[in-house]
Structures are given as structure tokens and as C-alpha cells.
């Protein structure tokens, strides 16, 4: 069974520009989550959806922003990018949420702003 | 809020040394508890959970026990291989917060 697939692996940005990241859940699983990883830093919560709403955020600001598609597939979006966003993000599923429910990690996007 | 605090790190041991990693939280309500893993290079894979106070997680011949006098979570291991070589986050979910929060992380390293 295939587990949480993201892309692209790594993507380079000028600083300004846009970067779209994609994320493909574990079959069966409907909620998707958005953590970021900086270089030297522990894991930050980004964002969480569930049956396509978003249900929580981090305290990230608005140019952060995602969606979850119908078949449960998520995309993140970072505007207006800033050097220091340069980042692993990671994207993780799960069933339905729950506080004991294993939530599952893909393998991340690099992403470098230049 | 919800935190958890781990041992900084970098750890580092000799193969077949025992291993301790600290690892307490401050949560309301009754949190589930997890330790993940991050070889290098790679994203983040499960190590072992615990759901209620007293369950112990283990996998892969590490373990940790949920202890909720002591607010603790710490992972042990009794003889340690370099291939364990990591980063170790500790995390909790639920505790009236709907969503997985991390520990900082601790680096291992094991030599030869």
C-alpha cells in the first residue's frame, strides 16, 4: 500500500515568488496535515484538513495557505516568499482525527528560496 | 497549552550502550503520546505510541511507558546499533488540542 506521497522533492524559488507543494493521503485517509521543518528548528504546525475544510492552523501567516481536493489530495501554497521560509515541509494523513489515531508522514518537499 | 520538552541533544553513544531519552508534557485532559523517528535525509516514520497512562509503546526493541504522575514519556533501548542513528521527537496528541504537537528533537549518534 502506498503511503503519503509528496511533490515536488525539492523546489527552488526566487524570493516573491510562489510555491504550490502537493500531497497525496494514504488511501482511506481523510484528514491531511502541513508541518514545516526548519533547518535547525523542530516541526511546526501549518495546517490540518478534513473532508476539505480546514479545521486548525498554526500560527503561520496568511500567505500560508492550502486546500484539500475531493479526493482528499491537499496542496500548500506559500506567497510572497521570504528567504526564511525556506524549508522541509511535510505533509502527513490520517483517518478521520482522533488523539490516538497514528498519523502517518510523507518523505517532505525541500523547499529553497533564493 | 499543550508542550512537550525533550533532552537536548546530540547524544552520543557506543554500539550496545543503553539508551535514554527524556521526554515530559504539559497537557490538560488525557493526551495520546508518540515517539517518531527521522533518519537522515528522510521524512518521519512512527516509532511507538501510547493512548492511556500506564500503556507502554515498543518497537524495533525500543520502549516507552505513558506515566501521568510524572508527565513523562521517556524512550529506552537496551542496546543500541548504529543503524539507530536519528532524530527522536517526542509528540503528543488530543489534550483539548486537535492536532500532533513535537518536541524539539534529539539527535543520536552510535559508533562503532
Known amino acids: 500500500e502506498a503511503g503519503v506521497t509528496q511533490s515536488p522533492t525539492h523546489l527552488i524559488k526566487t524570493r516573491g515568488q510562489q510555491a504550490t507543494l502537493r500531497c497525496s493521503p494514504i488511501?482511506?485517509?481523510?484528514?491531511v496535515y502541513w508541518y514545516q521543518q526548519a533547518l535547525g528548528l523542530g516541526l511546526q504546525f501549518l495546517l490540518w484538513?478534513?473532508?476539505?475544510?480546514?479545521?486548525n492552523r498554526g500560527n503561520f501567516p496568511p500567505r500560508f495557505s492550502g486546500r484539500q481536493f475531493p479526493n482528499y489530495s491537499s496542496e500548500l501554497n506559500v506567497n510572497a516568499l521570504e528567504l526564511e521560509d525556506s524549508a522541509l515541509y511535510l505533509c502527513?494523513?490520517?483517518?478521520?482525527?482522533?488523539?490516538?489515531?497514528?498519523?502517518?508522514f510523507g518523505e517532505g518537499s525541500w523547499l529553497t528560496v533564493v | 497549552g499543550n508542550s512537550v520538552t525533550q533532552m537536548e541533544g546530540p547524544v552520543t553513544l557506543s554500539e550496545e550502550a543503553f539508551l535514554t531519552i527524556n521526554c515530559t508534557y504539559t497537557?490538560?485532559?488525557?493526551?495520546?503520546l508518540f515517539w517518531y523517528v527521522q533518519y537522515p535525509g528522510e521524512g518521519l516514520q512512527l516509532l511507538l505510541k501510547?493512548?492511556?497512562?500506564?500503556d507502554k509503546g515498543s518497537n524495533k526493541g525500543f520502549e516507552a511507558t505513558y506515566r501521568k504522575e510524572t508527565t513523562s514519556f521517556h524512550l529506552e533501548k537496551g542496546s543500541v546499533q548504529v543503524s539507530d542513528s536519528a532524530v527522536y521527537f517526542c509528540?503528543?496528541?488530543?489534550?483539548?488540542?486537535?492536532?500532533?504537537?513535537f518536541g524539539a528533537g534529539t539527535r543520536l549518534a552510535v559508533h562503532p
Open positions: 501510547a493512548t492511556k497512562a500506564d
Open positions: 502527513a494523513s490520517s483517518i478521520q482525527w482522533s488523539s490516538g489515531n497514528t498519523i502517518y
Open positions: 509528540a503528543l496528541s488530543g489534550g483539548g488540542y486537535n492536532k500532533l504537537i
Open positions: 484538513y478534513d473532508e476539505g475544510e480546514e479545521r
Open positions: 488511501s482511506g485517509h481523510t484528514s
Open positions: 497537557a490538560t485532559g488525557y493526551p495520546s
